[in-house]
């Protein structure tokens, strides 16, 4: 299909990110497998951005071939990367993202918050390199 260029470029919309948070064990073990085959196939003008979702982290970045790759924050929880980095904290705060194609230079990517006052409440702990619970280190990253 992206070997005929679309009228008005082409959006791809994989659930997992070609590109890795840094520093995140747990992030970087979900990130697009195999990323750089992804980048050789969306070579050229034609592909404007790539969407994303999975991390529940605001994020953009490029391909290794210039791609503007966009990823939305997460629409019930966020992942709170204040926590230390052996930790994942995810928080409450639903977020959707709305994405302007109609700009010089653009893509454009605008990130709406809702407006919510649980934003902020640990929705999980976990350990990043295991994945295991961590509630107990609540109470030590609050105080």
């Known amino acids: ?83 230390p980095p052996h930790l994942e904290r995810a928080v409450l705060g639903a977020s959707a993202t709305v994405v302007d194609l109609d700009v010089s230079g653009g893509p454009m990517f605008h990130a709406l918050h809702a407006r919510d006052p649980r934003a902020g409440t640990t929705a999980y702990l976990v350990d990043a390199p295991s994945g295991a619970d961590a509630v107990e280190e609540e109470d030590r990253l609050i105080s």
Do not use: K, Y
Not at 23 to 35: F, H, K, M, Q
Not at 37 to 55: I, K, M, T, W, Y
């Open 1 to 83: 299909m992206l070997a005929e260029p679309a009228a008005v470029g082409t959006v791809l919309v994989p659930h997992h990110p070609p590109i890795a948070p840094i520093d995140s064990p747990l992030l970087g073990s979900v990130n697009l497998a195999d990323a750089d085959r992804l980048g050789s196939v969306v070579r050229g003008p034609d592909v404007r951005a790539l969407l994303c979702e999975h991390f529940h982290l605001q994020l953009t970045g490029v391909t290794h071939t210039g791609i503007p790759v966009w990823v939305t924050p997460g629409v019930v929880t966020r992942i709170d990367r204040t926590a």
